[in-house]
Each structure stands twice: as structure tokens, then as C-alpha cells.
């Protein structure tokens, strides 16, 4: 084998785990609750992008920044006792110190409801992501969240 295609395809087989890391990361760090760490992720002047309202809504919901990001994330996830998200699949294109990627992801949220009984919120997403490689390794340049479907009814336990 060739050098030159062994490093070639060593680089990208790392790329692509540590892209799938990143989006784990993500997901995990959603999960914990902590919107600041989430926001490290992203580029400096990295958006989060969101058509929650499905791909009929007029125009989505852009953070740019960190800050901003970590603010949107803090007050979004404030209304939900819980949060795990399942992630799927993810398929990614890499050329050099870019890349872009789709990800899948089921997002369970358990929240009280009326008269406080408990209730889960499912979520499926499509994540449409732009990834960057700096010095601290890859990070989200862009993601763009869309959402296919949602269900809410009670949690039983």
C-alpha cells in the first residue's frame, strides 16, 4: 500500500471518529445540562440554527456566537426536568480542515405538565452540520436543526 493513501485514509477514519465524538459530545453535554459547555463546541463565531417549527416555517431561528448559543440553550432546556438524546445516524464529507455532516437524533424531554403530572415530549431531528478543524481539533462551525416529527403524551413509570 502506498503511503501516501495509508495517511491519507488514517487522517480521514480519525476525522471521522473524532466528528462522531463531537456530535456525542454534543448530545451528552445537552444531556448534562450545561448549555456553556455545549457552546465550546462551536466556533467563535459559530450559529445554531432552528426550524422547530418544521420545514413549513418561514425562516428559522439563528444564535451566532457563544454566548448567544449558551443563552438559547439555558432557556430552552430550563422548561424540562430531563433531557436524553439518542443519536443515530451520522454520514460525513471531509475536505481538509472542513467538513459537513447529517446526523439523526430521537431527543426525549420529561417536563410537568398541567397539575404537574409528568409528561415526555419526543422529538425527532435532523441535524445539518458544518464542521471546522482549528487547533483545539474539530468544532461546529454550523448546525442546523430541523424537526421531523414530535409526540407529547404522559409519562408512565
Given at each position: 500500500m502506498d503511503h501516501t493513501l495509508r495517511d491519507d485514509l488514517?487522517?480521514?477514519i480519525v476525522d471521522r471518529v473524532a466528528l462522531r465524538a463531537l456530535v456525542d459530545t454534543y448530545a451528552?453535554?445537552?444531556?448534562?445540562?450545561?448549555?456553556?459547555?455545549?457552546?465550546?463546541?462551536?466556533?467563535?463565531?459559530?450559529?445554531l440554527v432552528s426550524w422547530l417549527d418544521g420545514d413549513d416555517a418561514p425562516t428559522p431561528?439563528?444564535?451566532?456566537?457563544?454566548?448567544?448559543?449558551?443563552?438559547?440553550?439555558?432557556?430552552?432546556?430550563?422548561?424540562?426536568?430531563?433531557?436524553?438524546?439518542v443519536v443515530g445516524g451520522h454520514v460525513v464529507s471531509i475536505d481538509g480542515g472542513v467538513a459537513t455532516g447529517d446526523a439523526v437524533c430521537l431527543a426525549?424531554?420529561?417536563?410537568a405538565g398541567a397539575g404537574g403530572a409528568r409528561r415526555?415530549?419526543?422529538?425527532?431531528?435532523r441535524y445539518a452540520d458544518r464542521y471546522e478543524r482549528g487547533h483545539g481539533g474539530w468544532a461546529f462551525a454550523r448546525r442546523e436543526l430541523r424537526l421531523d416529527w414530535r409526540q407529547d403524551r404522559p409519562l408512565e413509570e
Open positions: 488514517g487522517a480521514t451528552r453535554r445537552v444531556d448534562g445540562g450545561d448549555p456553556d459547555a455545549v457552546a465550546e463546541l462551536f466556533t467563535a463565531d459559530g450559529s431561528v439563528e444564535r451566532r456566537g457563544r454566548a448567544r448559543i449558551a443563552a438559547a440553550l439555558r432557556a430552552g432546556l430550563a422548561r424540562y426536568d430531563r433531557t436524553t438524546h426525549h424531554h420529561v417536563y415526555l415530549l419526543v422529538m425527532a431531528v
